[in-house]
C-alpha cells in the first residue's frame, strides 16, 4: 500500500479573482478554511479508443474524500503556471508524463466548500497509471456512456468541480463529451 503525502497546509496557494487573474497567495489551510477563490488545474486523461480514466481519491484528501473524479489535479501552488500545475499533477496523482496537453479552457466553479478558476485539459495516453502519491485509492478506464450512467445516479460521490467541467465540454460540443449527459 502507498503512503497518501497530503499537501502541506502551508503550501502556498495562488488566489485568483473572478477572472482568474492572480491577486495573491495564501497557505492552503487559509484557503480551505476561508473557501478563499484559488487557481486549479484538471486533466482528462483519455485512452485512444475513447475511454476516460476514473479514479477515487484519498480518505485522506482535504476536500471530497473518497469521491470519485475524472480529471488530475489540484490547487496552483503561488507562483506556478498553468501548465506546470497540469504537468505536476498528473505525474503525482497518476504517474503519468511526457504526453502533450490539450487545452480544453478555463472555467469557474463555486459552491459553499470550494471556489476556483480551473484551467483544463485533456490527454491521450495508454500506458500504465500508477497511484505514486497516494492520493487516489483505485483508478479504472470507463467508456462516456458508462460514466455518464454514474453521474446520472445522485448517490455516486463524485467531485462537483470536475462534473461541472464535463457538463460544460458536453454542452459546448466539445469532442466526444456529450456521452456523459442523461
Not at 480551473?118 to 479504472?140: I, S
Not at 457538463?167 to 456529450?178: F, K, Q, S, T
Amino acid at each position: 500500500m502507498v503512503a497518501v503525502v497530503p499537501a502541506s497546509p502551508d503550501e502556498d496557494v495562488a488566489l485568483v479573482d473572478e477572472a482568474g487573474a492572480v491577486v495573491g497567495s495564501a497557505p492552503r489551510s487559509r484557503m480551505r478554511a476561508e473557501n478563499l477563490r484559488h487557481a486549479s488545474t484538471a486533466v482528462l486523461v483519455r485512452h485512444p479508443d475513447g475511454r476516460i480514466y476514473v479514479h477515487r481519491r484519498s480518505a485522506e484528501k482535504d476536500w471530497q474524500p473518497s469521491a470519485y473524479d475524472a480529471a488530475a489535479g489540484g490547487v496552483r501552488q503561488a507562483g506556478e503556471e498553468p501548465e506546470g500545475s497540469a504537468r505536476r499533477e498528473l505525474e503525482e496523482e497518476l504517474g503519468v508524463t511526457g504526453v502533450p496537453l490539450r487545452p480544453l479552457g478555463v472555467g469557474r466553479y463555486e459552491d459553499d466548500t470550494v471556489r476556483c478558476v480551473a484551467h483544463a485539459f485533456e490527454v491521450t495516453y495508454d500506458g500504465p497509471v500508477a497511484h505514486a502519491d497516494g492520493e487516489v485509492v483505485w483508478g479504472g478506464w470507463m467508456t462516456l456512456d458508462e460514466l455518464g450512467a454514474r453521474l446520472a445516479d445522485p448517490s455516486w460521490p463524485f467531485v462537483p468541480d470536475t462534473r461541472a467541467l464535463l457538463e460544460r465540454l458536453a454542452r459546448d460540443g466539445v469532442g466526444d463529451y456529450a456521452g456523459v449527459l442523461r
